[in-house]
């Protein structure tokens, strides 16, 4: 039992010095390991597993293996046309060669500067020497969108509105062309930073612009700008409206007096057949005996007119022919 | 070693150092020999820092720490990633942090406007392997690149394509642009979601400009809809009132002919009269007519035809003349 004991004690100790300083140590996944003797790199382990050094004379340095970011302060650049403009990049990076990274840059933080120098310097230069717009967009898609509807203004069921003729030359704005874009741009910064790069040990893998921004005095001009430009479109639909009602009150007069004067017309017409076919029954009958109908319509006519007159008769009328003459005046 | 030690040790003996110690020893090797995976992970197992092996859940056991090690996955689980806004706490009313996050959420669009939009994506680690041992900063780096693409997709479009029929290509785009570069850097992740959330445009007064050109919208439909209202209202009235002047004219018509028909009706009952006697008839209808002229109202003068010269007396005065009756 007492043996067991001591056995024991032995293996955790040999172990603990194993674990301290011994011959032993691990690379693990997604790490690499360099080894150093007396200041001089003897060999560089990529590998993972249980790897053999010399005790307490070499010693390890690892670094790892995994992509790692790197981003940059966003920085305030004059683009071609000198509007400044904020772009914010980021950078994936890896150590492909840790002999020259450790003979090179030590450190990540070493590496972080460096690829600030490179990286910035890039960003700068191609920026300056590219049109915002380049900068901006990436392809030219934005002349491809079909535009239909942007404000949706189909708002009765029976008909939709179509949009007011005004409002197309935003729909229909064609801008201009790039020719590179943002893609293409980050893919210059990247094939230029890359030729530093090796020197250092490091692979960059890409360059990304993260944000572009407007400086702070730009963004107040295009704030105002695009004010202005909803302003426009505001008011066209409002024209449009006044200009469709005025449509719409036209039509409606235009038809009342259609309706109106339709109506004059037949009623008219109606009228004049009925004066018409009126004469024809009175002229039929009269002229059966025109001289009876002479005396009759006198007759009718006195009868009707004679009242309305302040009278004073002579007796000249055949009226009183009697009156001085019982045989009637000849 | 010092006297004061070398007491205690005879004290307590050192078998009984050497079995806590083995306790101590037997309970670490127990302890990291034993792991639990849940249904959500999986666990990646390196022994001496080299892939090992790839447990699913369950109970599971391997050597003892410094010979093997397990690094749990929660692969199941979707992962979230918002920019321009932060869940506080999720629940039935979710509460979202009050503060922007312009950084993320501030764009330029293709026709050099300024767009404000906010995003998630949602994404699910489908090789743990990777996940664990390619990438460093894995959060950052998604983070970074569905950054830059969501901007890269804004950059590329009109501000209005933005906010309206764009939406769902910009999803669709940039989960298929996320995950070819997560892909290439081999993340070992798949991203499920892109979704736009929220598109305004800059808060203040840039964004009540666009609120009011949908309360110019507005204003045009109801514009319109008064001429509509106008116009529906005075044309079937017009039309009433045309149909009315119309049968004002039929029965004008009708009226015309009736009389006309009955005037010569009676006439020609008369004339029927006449011929049979022509001159008492013709004397009879003279003198009945003058009866009826002449024996309503104001008494009439009566002078005599022979009276030259005669001025007629009412011009002088009220007096009356009986006259020759």
């Known amino acids: ?46 590998d993972a597993g249980l790897k053999v050094k010399t005790p307490f004379v070499d010693r390890v340095r690892k670094y790892t293996k995994r992509i790692q970011s790197w981003d940059g302060e966003a920085q305030r650049l004059p683009t071609a046309e000198n509007q400044f403009i904020w772009v914010d990049t980021t950078a994936r990076w890896l150590i492909n060669d840790a002999k020259k990274f450790y003979e090179s840059v030590q450190t990540v933080e070493q590496a972080h500067s460096r690829l600030d120098d490179v990286i910035d310097s890039e960003v700068r230069k191609i920026i300056s020497r590219n049109s915002l717009r380049e900068a901006v967009r990436d392809s030219n898609v934005i002349n491809a969108i079909e535009r239909r509807d942007v404000y949706q203004t189909t708002t009765t069921e029976e008909e939709s509105v179509e949009m007011p003729v005004s409002l197309t030359m935003y729909t229909e704005t ?89 109506a004059y017309r037949e009623a008219e017409s109606i009228k004049g057949e009925a004066d018409a076919r009126a004469a024809a029954i009175y ?20 009868r009707k007119m004679l009242p309305k007159f302040n009278k004073t008769l002579t007796t000249e009328p055949d009226y009183f022919n009697y009156l001085y003459n019982f045989q009637g005046r000849r | ?116 939009v906010e995003w998630i994506i949602q994404y699910r680690i489908v090789d743990p392997m990777k996940w664990l041992f390619k990438v460093e900063d894995q959060r950052k780096t998604i983070k970074d690149i569905s950054q830059s693409i969501i901007n890269l997709l804004v950059g590329d479009r009109a501000i209005f394509d933005v906010i309206g029929a764009e939406r769902e290509m910009i999803q669709m785009q940039g989960q298929r642009m996320m995950n070819e570069l997560f892909d290439k850097y081999e993340l070992g992740i798949r991203v499920t979601t892109v979704k736009l959330q929220n598109i305004v445009p800059p808060k203040g007064a840039v964004q009540n400009a666009f609120e009011d050109v949908n309360k110019a919208i507005q204003d045009r439909s109801r514009l319109i809809n008064e001429g509509k209202q106008a116009y529906n209202e005075a044309i079937p009235k017009a039309k009433g009132e045309a149909e009315r002047v119309i049968q004002d004219a039929e029965g004008y018509a009708v009226e015309r002919v009736n009389r006309a028909e009955g005037d010569v009706a009676r006439f020609l009952n008369v004339l029927e009269e006449f011929n049979r006697n022509p001159q008492v008839t013709r004397t009879r209808l003279y003198y009945e007519m003058f009866e009826e002229v002449f024996l309503e109202g104001e008494k009439t003068d009566l002078i005599d035809k022979n009276l030259k010269n005669f001025v007629p007396f009412k011009s002088l005065g009220e007096g009356r003349t009986g006259g020759a009756q």
């Open chain 1, 174 to 262: 064609k801008y201009e062309d790039i020719e590179k874009g943002r893609s293409e741009l980050s893919d210059e910064m990247l094939a230029e930073a890359k030729k530093v790069t090796p020197q250092y040990g490091i692979t960059l893998i890409d360059i990304v612009v993260r944000q572009i921004k407007y400086s702070d005095d730009l963004t107040e001009s295009v704030y105002n700008r695009m004010i202005k430009e909803r302003n426009q479109i505001a008011q066209a639909f409002r024209s449009d409206g006044e200009g469709k009602k005025a449509v719409w009150v036209g039509k409606m007069e235009k038809e009342r007096r259609s309706i109106q004067s339709g």
């Open chain 2, 1 to 116: 070693m010092p006297n004061a030690q070398k007491r205690q040790a005879q004290r307590f003996g050192t078998r009984t150092i050497v079995t806590v110690l083995i306790f101590i020893v037997i309970l670490f090797v127990l302890l990291s020999s034993v792991y639990i995976v849940d249904q959500t992970e999986q666990a990646v197992v390196l022994r001496f820092g080299r892939y090992a092996r790839l447990s699913e859940p369950g109970l599971h056991f391997k050597m003892f720490f410094p010979i093997e090690r397990k690094y749990k996955v929660p692969t199941q689980v979707v992962l979230k990633e918002e920019f321009g806004f932060r869940t506080e706490r999720a629940g039935v009313a979710t509460i979202y942090s009050a503060l922007d996050f312009p950084d993320e959420s501030v764009m330029l669009t293709g026709d050099l406007n300024i767009v404000d």
């Open chain 1, 1 to 46: 039992m007492k043996k067991f004991f001591i056995i024991f004690g032995i293996i955790i100790v040999a172990l603990i010095i194993i674990l301290a300083g011994g011959p032993l140590f691990v690379v693990q996944e997604g790490r690499q390991a360099v080894i150093i003797r007396f200041g001089k790199i003897i060999r560089v382990e990529t």
């Open chain 1, 283 to 302: 002229a039929e009958a009269y002229r059966k005996n025109p001289e009876f109908y002479a005396f009759w319509k006198s007759v009718e006519s006195y």
